[in-house]
């Protein structure tokens, strides 16, 4: 029996990618936003560290996660595609097993 899969493997990986690289990106600038905000309603040091970590983390699964589905809707960039020799869209693929 033969199994569709409906999103390419070379589409799923350029996602994968695109999550991880959008994530880590986030996570380097999103602690600022929530913390600082927090901190000036509370004035609570702690309790804007807590919230500047959290925020960070949410931001970043949140900011990966739409990279991702943008990918997997709108096919892999270019500039995926110009650096590791992948096809733009791909039909589905059949899997033997």
């Not at 970590?53 to 270019?78: D, H, K, R, T, W």
Request: glycine share 10%; charged share 15%.
């Amino acid at each position: 029996m033969s199994k569709i899969k409906i999103i390419p493997e070379q589409t799923r990986i350029a996602a994968t990618r695109a999550f991880v690289r959008t994530a880590a990106q986030s996570l380097a600038v999103s602690f600022v936003l929530p913390a600082g905000a927090t901190l000036v309603f509370t004035h609570d040091a702690l309790m804007s560290a807590a919230v500047g970590v959290g925020g960070m983390f949410l931001g970043a699964v949140v900011n990966g996660a739409q990279a991702y589905f943008s990918v997997i809707g709108s096919g892999i960039p270019e500039e995926y595609v110009e650096a590791g020799n992948l096809p733009r869209h791909g039909a589905p693929e059949v899997v033997e097993n």
